[in-house]
């Protein structure tokens, strides 16, 4: 009954966090196109302009109608893999090749899906994700910041 309890729970939350996101991608939206349908996949992922744009690798540009019809028709030159970063990790949805660091995570769909799950959906609703750009700067290197760390025998 216990396990039961907990796979609703999950179900319940997993649902919410696909009605927001969903809700988040059309609301963002500047043109108007087909709403996505939260009852069926058929219409997401690649088949959905707001989804594709969002999963599409790094390495292509989906606003490019080759690269869009090579990923769609699966050529061997275009495969879109498991190690495939796509752009919704990266703030703004911009990778920097030279600097493949800049930007990660800091995509603000990707904060607002955070916030839904690990603090509260409602602070998930807000218009504005603050944006850290002074933390960015620490992000963009390669070495990690230095901590002190005080163990036992450091009182």
């Known amino acids: 009954k216990l396990t039961k309890g907990t796979d609703s729970a999950r ?10 996101i969903m809700g988040w991608l059309m609301g963002s939206q500047k043109t108007p196109e087909l709403a996505l349908d939260l009852q069926s996949k058929t219409g997401c992922g690649f088949y959905h302009d707001a989804t594709a744009r969002l999963i599409c690798p790094v390495d292509y540009n989906w606003s490019n109608t ?25 703030k703004d949805e911009i990778y920097d090749p030279k600097d493949p660091v800049k930007g990660l ?37 390669s070495e990690p910041p230095l901590k002190c760390w005080k163990g036992p025998t450091n009182k």
């Open 11 to 20: 179900g319940d939350n997993a649902t919410g966090l696909k009605m927001a």
């Open 66 to 90: 080759i690269d869009r019809a090579h990923i769609c028709n699966f050529h061997p030159d275009y495969l879109v893999t498991a190690n495939s970063w796509p752009h919704f990790l990266y």
């Open 105 to 141: 995570f800091k995509n603000k769909l990707l904060v607002q899906a955070f916030k839904h799950i690990f603090t509260s959906p409602s602070s998930a609703d807000v218009d504005s994700i603050a944006d850290d750009t002074d933390n960015e700067i620490q992000a963009s290197t």
